[in-house]
């Protein structure tokens, strides 16, 4: 009654010993989980979800293992916009557009749970004007136009990019169903107008996706 383990996952196993059945020893256990449940500002629940907005808005404001921020420095119209672009199914097969599946460990420092979750929806944040703001990767009109009264000092022009900077190939590794869970590489992506531009010469980038777990394009 005291010791109920409530909100860490854990298995209770029992095996009995055969020494037929388990010739090198314990066998290796595994399982196929879900994650914790997580607020969401759109409706006020609280549930399991894998939407990427809806994960990094739980980690910025855990005080477990997250960075423990008030609720009230969230930028929550931020987060309902980025959550509604998330659940998006426009794609190509109709699967929801981003999602975030994966694990970190409380070893790695926040800024590199922060970089892997927002991998998941090739997404943006940051603190600005006294709350964090988030933004997934997808196209908007503009709708704010600058001209030199905008300027506070003057133009600069930077006429070409370090060729690090620049990449017309992306690689990388993923890990789902597909490949047992295990790590694996998800098929390489290539811009052929950014290749033809760069002269046929291919500059890739790797990129890691920790918390994508399918490789659909």
């Known amino acids: 009654n005291n010791h109920r383990l409530r909100g860490i996952s854990y298995l209770y196993v029992r095996l009995s010993y055969d020494a ?54 969230v930028d929550d119209d ?47 944040l940051w603190y600005a004007q006294g709350e964090w703001r988030m933004k997934p990767a997808y196209w908007t009109e503009p709708a704010l136009t600058l001209d030199e009264d905008d300027l506070r000092g003057s133009v600069t022009v930077n006429t070409r990019h370090s060729r690090r900077d620049n990449y017309n190939t992306v690689k990388g590794t993923f890990r789902g169903s597909e490949s047992n869970w295990q790590i694996t590489d998800y098929p390489e992506v290539t811009n052929s107008a950014f290749l033809s531009a760069d002269n046929g010469q291919e500059s890739s980038i790797d990129l890691a996706l920790a918390f994508t777990d399918t490789s659909v394009e």
């Open 78 to 124: 931020k987060v309902s916009t980025a959550a509604n672009v998330c659940d998006r199914t426009d794609t190509p097969d109709g699967s929801t557009r981003y999602t975030c599946n994966g694990a970190f460990t409380t070893a790695s420092t926040p800024y590199d749970n922060l970089s892997s979750l927002l991998t998941s929806m090739g997404g943006l």
């Open 20 to 73: 037929d059945a388990f010739p090198n020893g314990v066998p290796e256990i595994t399982a196929t989980i879900k994650g914790k449940k997580v607020y969401d500002p759109r409706d006020g629940s609280t549930a399991w979800s894998a939407n990427p907005a809806l994960c990094l808005r739980d980690y910025l404001t855990n005080t477990t293992y997250g960075l423990g921020e008030e609720a009230v420095n």
